[in-house]
C-alpha cells in the first residue's frame, strides 16, 4: 500500500478548521483560536497507552501549544501507513472562546518506516521548531532511527527504558557526535538530585574541606541504569571544574539508590527513600520530598530548553566513555 500523501492530511486539517470554526461560530460569537508554537512529533509503539499519551500531550498544549504529529508502530505487517486529524481544544478559565492545537495520527507497519519522513515532512509547521520525541525502546537500535532522527531540529529520547544501558549511552553519543540535538528523561530524572548536590556546594565551608583525590560511589536499585552512570559522570565532572580529581564505582548490586561523595574529611551522600530525597552532609542529615516525575513534567522541562544543552552533552559523553568499565 502505497505512503499515505501529505496533501491529502493538509487538506483534512483545513477541512477540521473551516467545520471547528462553523461549529463553534454557531454556538459562541468568539469562536475557536487557533495555537501554534513548533512541530512535536511523538513516535510510539502501537501498544503504548493512548490514554495516557493523550493526557500528557494535551497537558503540555496549554504552555507549548503544538502541531502534533503521532507515529505510531504497529509492527510486522505488510507496508502500509494510515491517517487521521482531529483537534485538541482546551477553554482558558474566564473566557469563552475556545484554543485549539492540531493533532495527527499516523500508524505504519516497520516495513513503512522509510516512508515515514517524506509523509511527516511536508507537515511540519513552516518557521518553528521541530521537537521529536521517540518513546519506542527499540527504534534507536533500527536503521531507520537517523532519517527520522533528522526530522527533528531536536531528539528526545528515555534510556531508562531501554534493556541496556551502556549500549543505549553509546547510540545516544554516537548520535550526538554526528550533531543531534539529544535530550533524555533519564537525564531529566535527575534535576533535583544535582540541585540538593550543588546547593551542597554552595557552602563555602564544604568546598573548602575538599582536599586531595575525591572517590564518587553511585547505585540504582542493584543494576546498571544509564541514570546512575550520567549521575557518576556529571558529579565526576563537576569535582574536576573545581580542580579535583575522582575515582569512580557505579554499584550494581547494591539494595538502595543512592550517590555518595569521599573527599578527605568530606563526606556527601543523597539517598532516595520511599519518595524523600535524603541529603547527609558530614554526618548532618536533611529530607525534601521527591516525587515521581510524569511524562509531563519530564517533557515540561525538556520543552522549556530553548537551545544546546552543554552539560548534559559533557556529561552524555563522559557516561558514554566509561559505561563499561562497571561491573556487571
Request: glycine share 6%; hydrophobic share 45%.
Amino acid at each position: 500500500m502505497p505512503a499515505t500523501p501529505p496533501e491529502k492530511i493538509l487538506k483534512e486539517l483545513a477541512d477540521l478548521w473551516v467545520a471547528t470554526s462553523k461549529q463553534e461560530g454557531a454556538e459562541a460569537a468568539q469562536g475557536v483560536l487557533r495555537a501554534c508554537s513548533m512541530t512535536l512529533i511523538v513516535i510510539a509503539e502501537d501498544r503504548d497507552d493512548p490514554s495516557a499519551m493523550g493526557e500528557t500531550i494535551a497537558a503540555l498544549m496549554p504552555e507549548h501549544p503544538a502541531r502534533t504529529i503521532v507515529v505510531r508502530l504497529t509492527g510486522d505487517g505488510d507496508r502500509s501507513i494510515g491517517q487521521r486529524v482531529f483537534a485538541q481544544c482546551w477553554t482558558p478559565f474566564g473566557q469563552r472562546r475556545q484554543i485549539c492545537c492540531e493533532q495527527i495520527e499516523i500508524t505504519c507497519s516497520d516495513a513503512s518506516l522509510a516512508d515515514v519522513p517524506s509523509v511527516v515532512l511536508p507537515l511540519e509547521v513552516p518557521d518553528l521548531p521541530v521537537i521529536l520525541w521517540c518513546r519506542s525502546p527499540r527504534l534507536l537500535d533500527m536503521a531507520e532511527f537517523r532519517p527520522l532522527a533528522r526530522m527533528g531540529w531536536r531528539v528526545l529520547v528515555d534510556s531508562g527504558a531501554m534493556p541496556d544501558a551502556r549500549t543505549a549511552l553509546r547510540h545516544l553519543a554516537d548520535e550526538g557526535s554526528r550533531g543531534t540535538l539529544l535530550g533524555d528523561l533519564a537525564w531529566t530524572r535527575l534535576t533535583r538530585w544535582r540541585q540538593i548536590l550543588a546547593q551542597i556546594f554552595e557552602d563555602p565551608r564544604n568546598t573548602s574541606s575538599l582536599a586531595g583525590p575525591a572517590r564518587i560511589t553511585v547505585s540504582d536499585a542493584g543494576v546498571v541504569t544509564t541514570r546512575a552512570l550520567y549521575m557518576a559522570a556529571w558529579m565526576a565532572g563537576a569535582l574536576d571544574s573545581a580542580g579535583v580529581g575522582a575515582t569512580v564505582e557505579v554499584r550494581t548490586r547494591a539494595a538502595q539508590t543512592f550517590a555518595e561523595i569521599a573527599c578527605g574529611a568530606f563526606r556527601a551522600r543523597l539517598e532516595r527513600e520511599d519518595g524523600h530525597l535524603s541529603a547527609t552532609v558530614n554526618g548532618l542529615s536533611q529530607c525534601t520530598l521527591l516525587p515521581k516525575p510524569d511524562d509531563y513534567l519530564l517533557l515540561r522541562e525538556e520543552l522549556g530548553i530553548s537551545g544546546r544543552d552543554p552539560v548534559f552533552e559533557k556529561t552524555l559523553a563522559s557516561a558514554a566513555r566509561f559505561a563499561y568499565a562497571t561491573d556487571e
